[in-house]
T-cell receptor, first 116, second 115 residues
């Protein structure tokens, strides 16, 4: 049973389109994250939600909008896709709490987004 | 500013050699957490270890061992008797207390193990 699942695994689309990536976790965690891994493998956090509330919002273009319908789901919507958005996007989850920064995060397998 | 530095971009070894990956971090917090993750060629991120800032005991897990030294702000990782399956990118990461688990990753070290 997959703990953190992302769909789709691959996403190829054209510049200017709008796309969404979905993430679901069945671990009962309260906190979920989105990370971006660029072509040089550098991983950087984008957003985090705790129990459907946005708690981390890094410097990310407004074209990126996360949505959490419930604590088991965190989706990422991207408007007006640009070439620079090509990357692998990882969803992750961990147990909740501001003081729980020590808990390891469980990552999904990633979504490889390619912009033509 | 980069808070986690992995100075080695790529390390190539022959099977059965030992390999040590360096990780140097920077934080003003007294409570923080350090992690190592492995990313094999298949692309997923696999958690390897977590270390708390107040626990400087070194740890060994099979062929893996970790050396945490607060005095030099380092958290190095050694693979003993490397195997081809160890070929991957290894990431060191820092999470500061009160950061809601925000992981700040180093740039990663590519380990290539050849038979």
């Amino acid at each position: 049973d997959t703990a953190v699942s992302q769909t789709p695994k691959y996403l190829v689309t054209q510049m200017g389109n709008d796309k969404s990536i979905k993430c679901e976790q069945n671990l009962g965690h309260d906190t979920m994250y989105w990370y971006k891994q660029d072509s040089k493998k550098f991983l950087k956090i984008m957003f985090s939600y705790n129990n459907k509330e946005l708690i981390i919002n890094e410097t990310v273009p407004n074209r990126f909008s996360p949505k959490s319908p419930d604590k088991a789901h965190l989706n990422l919507h991207i408007n007006s896709l640009e070439l620079g958005d090509s990357a692998v996007y990882f969803c992750a989850s961990s147990p909740s709490g501001q003081g729980i920064s020590n808990q390891p995060q469980h990552f999904g397998d990633g979504t490889r987004l390619s912009i033509l | 500013a980069q808070k986690v530095t992995q100075a080695q971009t790529e390390i190539s070894v022959v099977e059965k050699e030992d390999v040590t990956l360096d990780c140097v971090y920077e934080t003003r917090d007294t409570t923080y957490y350090l992690f190592w993750y492995k990313q094999p060629p298949s692309g997923e991120l696999v958690f390897l270890i977590r270390r708390n800032s107040f626990d400087e005991q070194n740890e060994i897990s099979g062929r893996y061992s970790w050396n945490f030294q607060k005095s030099t702000s380092s958290f190095n990782f050694t693979i003993t008797a490397s195997q081809v399956v160890d070929s991957a990118v290894y990431f060191c990461a820092l999470s500061e207390a009160g950061s809601w688990g925000k992981l700040q990753f180093g740039a990663g070290t590519q380990v290539v193990v050849t038979p």
